[in-house]
């Protein structure tokens, strides 16, 4: 399926992410929001399970932060077809504080990444703009593909 998504996750301790492109970004310990989408071969399945992939090539900023060992993802929110992923990261940005040119290189958002205080207000959100929310999966360090 293809679609836009919010990949939600807990950052187990503060850490300081730098991305190929030399940009830094410090975030600390807690909940956060990550809105993407796929619309490419393999749709929201293929990306999302690349993202719990520990091993992989570092192409997109959200690849910095999964690869982290305090990274542990919670659950991910999908919205079928649509093209939504500013949509998504501007209402959650309502709710949180969103991490200053995370994520948006591509678009004029000022992030797509929201650091929350806790899931059950974005869950909310995320259900009211008609996403399914898939949760309790579990990172895939070995490569294989778990359906969002």
Not at 42 to 54: I, K
Not at 122 to 143: M, N, P, Q, V
Request: charged share 30%; aromatic share 8%.
């Amino acid at each position: 399926m293809k679609g836009s998504y919010c990949l939600i996750f807990r950052l187990t301790e503060s850490t300081e992410v730098e991305t190929k492109g030399g940009k830094r970004f410090t975030l600390e310990a807690g909940i956060y929001c990550y809105a993407g989408s796929a619309f490419g071969p393999g749709g929201v399945e293929a990306r999302v399970s690349r993202h719990l992939r520990r091993e992989k090539k570092l192409k997109w900023h959200i690849d910095f932060v999964t690869t982290l060992r305090c990274f542990e993802p919670e659950a991910v929110a999908v919205l079928e077809g649509k093209r939504a992923e500013c949509l998504i990261a501007g209402e959650l940005s309502k709710l949180g504080k969103p991490v200053k040119g995370f994520g948006s290189t591509d678009c004029k958002c000022p992030s797509h990444l929201i650091k929350l205080e806790s899931p059950q207000s974005a869950y909310r959100l995320l259900e009211k703009l008609g996403a399914k929310i898939h949760k309790t999966f579990s990172r895939r360090g070995d490569g294989s593909k778990r359906n969002p």
